[in-house]
């Protein structure tokens, strides 16, 4: 376009000679050409803007689409895990209620275990401390009675201690042993 103008202004200096008439319609005859080259440019613009628009909206349609497939489809895969997970759901929770189920059983078997060791501790701590009392008893109402202190009827009184302490033994032992065998079965 601007080589096309300075060539026509170039044959205008160089046809200057010329007439004013002749120089009207030379240059009546270029601004029609350009006018109609101006003109072919602009329908040549309309026409790939038109172009680039119906390019573009298409490219915006298969876009859409495309967007629309891939919603779809998650929407198809989300459905898919819901229904999973609601078929897990009853199965983890048979499972956790089973675990929990089995910790308790063995809490409480652990419980009796214990309940009963301590049981037989304290029947084993109270023996003791019965045959130690018993023994301490057996010794002061023995020195009691061998000794030349005291009165005869201290003496006598300390002997039937002695043997009564005896025969408590002997029954208690045969209560605890009771009492033991039971806590066993």
Avoid: C
């Avoid at 000679?17 to 319609?25: I, W």
């Avoid at 609601?86 to 929770?93: K, M, T, W």
């Avoid at 301490?136 to 300390?158: L, M, P, Q, W």
């Avoid at 033994?169 to 806590?183: A, D, I, L, N």
């Amino acid at each position: 376009f601007t080589s096309d103008f300075q060539s026509l202004v170039a044959q205008i200096r160089k046809d200057h000679a010329f007439s004013s008439t002749a120089l009207d319609q030379r240059r009546n005859h270029l601004i029609y050409t350009k006018d109609r080259i101006i003109r072919h440019l602009q329908l040549l613009r309309e026409i790939d803007r038109h172009s680039w628009e119906k390019r573009v909206n298409t490219e915006v349609i298969d876009k859409g689409y495309r967007l629309i497939y891939e919603v779809e489809d998650l929407r198809e895969q989300l459905q898919v895990t819901r229904a999973s997970l609601e078929n897990q759901e009853p199965r983890i929770r048979e499972d956790v209620k089973r675990e929990y189920d089995n910790v308790v059983m063995e809490l409480t078997s652990q419980i009796v275990i214990l309940k009963s060791k301590f049981n037989d501790y304290r029947n084993q701590v109270h023996a003791d401390m019965l045959d130690n009392m018993s023994e301490v008893k057996r010794d002061a109402f023995s020195k009691i009675t061998t000794t030349n202190a005291g009165t005869i009827e201290v003496k006598r009184n300390a002997l039937r201690n002695l043997y009564a302490e005896k025969v408590g033994r002997v029954k208690t032992r045969g209560s605890s042993t009771r009492t033991h065998t039971h806590t066993h079965t």
